[in-house]
């Protein structure tokens, strides 16, 4: 299920996110550093798409990027991606790393990681795709990526919004973690009165709904 965060950066980090669902078997909520962070998942995936840590891996190969690509919007419908190889996919999984300790550590009120925000700098100074409007078979104008599809350029994009979400003080204080037990996903929270809980009220929220109702269950049970 496509999780929609409010930003691009964020879309990422939620490839490697942990839900509620695999709490079990997931390291523990707030692990900081690269590889305990929301971004990491820089190391091999399982065969099942599972990460080696329990988290769910989307970006395990070419196709999960493509994938992913498309659905956040990064290319144009129908954009050939056959370039897309493995130095891709370990590129994305280096910035999503770096990206989700920089996030981890704004909402922790901490410092950043001097080697993170100097990798998402560099990326962010190149320059991102250039896109310009072409007639399809129909004559309308659609978008179409100016000089082909460059991987450096996608990570320039990405890495271009995560610096504007980290000195925008407005979205920074948007900012939010998923309340539900073992989620490691993040959001901007833009509900009226900012009272968002959960990545997903479907999802986590729904479990937390049920697992509230099941304690108050066994709490009103008479002691035997």
């Known amino acids: 299920m496509w999780f929609d965060s409010g930003r691009v950066c964020l879309d990422l980090l939620a490839t490697s996110a942990a839900p509620a669902a695999a709490r079990s078997a997931g390291p523990a909520a707030g692990t900081t550093g690269a590889a305990g962070s929301t971004g990491a998942a820089a190391g091999p995936a399982t065969g099942s798409g599972g990460a080696a840590d329990g988290r769910t891996e989307e970006l395990r190969d ?129 509900s009226r009165g900012h009272r968002r809980r959960w990545c997903s009220s479907e999802v986590c929220g729904n479990r937390e709904r049920v697992a509230r109702h099941r304690r108050r269950a066994l709490a009103a049970r008479p002691a035997r």
Do not use: I, K, M
């Open 62 to 190: 070419g196709d999960g990027l493509r994938l992913w690509l498309a659905g956040a919007g990064l290319v144009p419908d129908r954009t050939p991606l056959t370039r897309v190889g493995p130095d891709w996919v370990a590129a994305f999984r280096t910035l999503r790393a770096d990206v989700g300790s920089l996030v981890r550590a704004e909402l922790a009120g901490a410092g950043p990681d001097e080697g993170a925000l100097a990798r998402v700098n560099a990326l962010a100074a190149g320059p991102p795709p250039g896109l310009c409007a072409v007639r399809d078979q129909e004559g309308h104008l659609v978008r179409e990526l100016c000089g082909g599809v460059e991987c450096g350029a996608l990570l320039a994009a990405v890495a271009r919004d995560a610096v504007e979400l980290l000195t925008d003080p407005g979205d920074r204080a948007l900012l939010r973690s998923c309340a539900a037990d073992g989620c490691t996903r993040v959001y901007l929270d833009t």
